[in-house]
T-cell receptor, first 110, second 117 residues
Framework: SQQGEEDPQALSIQEGENATMNCSYK?????LQWYRQNSGRGLVHLIL?????REKHSGRLRVTLDTSKKSSSLLITASRAADTASYFC??????????FGKGTHLIIQP | KAGVTQTPRYLIKTRGQQVTLSCSPI?????VSWYQQTPGQGLQFLFE???????NKGNFPGRFSGRQFSNSRSEMNVSTLELGDSALYLC????????????????FGPGTRLTVL
């Protein structure tokens, strides 16, 4: 079953604009991770935010976590064509495996 | 450091056959997890191995099995293939040590694309 649900399912923006995607989850978590997948390839880890953190930055990425609302957001600033990909949030891990949402497909228009 | 490698990258089989996929984790990583990705079901957890022991398995039939070797390399096997087994199979490794409370970052391989005809 899917733990996280990303919103929107698809997003198309112009190069240089910011892209925001959201993730909601159902149960309590220790951490939440965001991954990127380019066209049916492997997943690339972007960022991990722990349950006691509210915000985390990595380059052009900003992730927030609101455990009271069971939600997280991923902001990509100054988007580039190379950011075109599917983005997934994931919870859990370890022996229980990661539980992924269905993902947001991001298209950056030149 | 080399990343997670998976072989083969592409595979075509027919219904009823069996298949074995291989995964080599990042050097020093002891936990290996397998996932199945399909357009309909998305990314689903198959199983996780740590120190040659399967610690957990997702909601998949017994046709799906795996093992881990002493060097942490892992294989998964699917017997009596069905059309619905066509998918991208992803392997991930992490540094997770036994007893660690929080899951470590999982690093994924490029996947094996399995097509069942």
């Amino acid at each position: 079953s899917q733990q996280g649900e990303e919103d929107p399912q698809a997003l198309s923006i112009q190069e240089g604009e910011n892209a925001t995607m959201n993730c909601s989850y159902k149960t309590s978590i220790n951490n939440l991770q965001w991954y990127r997948q380019n066209s049916g390839r492997g997943l690339v880890h972007l960022i991990l935010i722990r349950s006691n953190e509210r915000e985390k930055h990595s380059g052009r990425l900003r992730v927030t976590l609101d455990t009271s609302k069971k939600s997280s957001s991923l902001l990509i600033t100054a988007s580039r064509a190379a950011d075109t990909a599917s983005y997934f949030c994931a919870t859990g891990g370890g022996a229980d495996g990661l539980t992924f949402g269905k993902g947001t497909h991001l298209i950056i228009q030149p | 450091k080399a990343g997670v490698t998976q072989t083969p990258r592409y595979l075509i089989k027919t219904r009823g056959q069996q298949v074995t996929l291989s995964c080599s984790p990042i050097s020093g990583h002891r936990s290996v997890s397998w996932y199945q990705q399909t357009p309909g079901q998305g990314l689903q957890f198959l199983f996780e191995y740590f120190s040659e022991t399967q610690r957990n398995k997702g909601n998949f039939p017994g046709r799906f099995s795996g093992r881990q070797f002493s060097n942490s390399r892992s294989e998964m096997n699917v017997s009596t293939l069905e059309l619905g087994d066509s998918a991208l199979y992803l392997c991930a490794s992490s540094l997770r040590t036994s007893g660690s409370f929080n899951a470590d970052t999982q690093y994924f391989g490029p996947g094996t694309r399995l097509t069942v005809l």
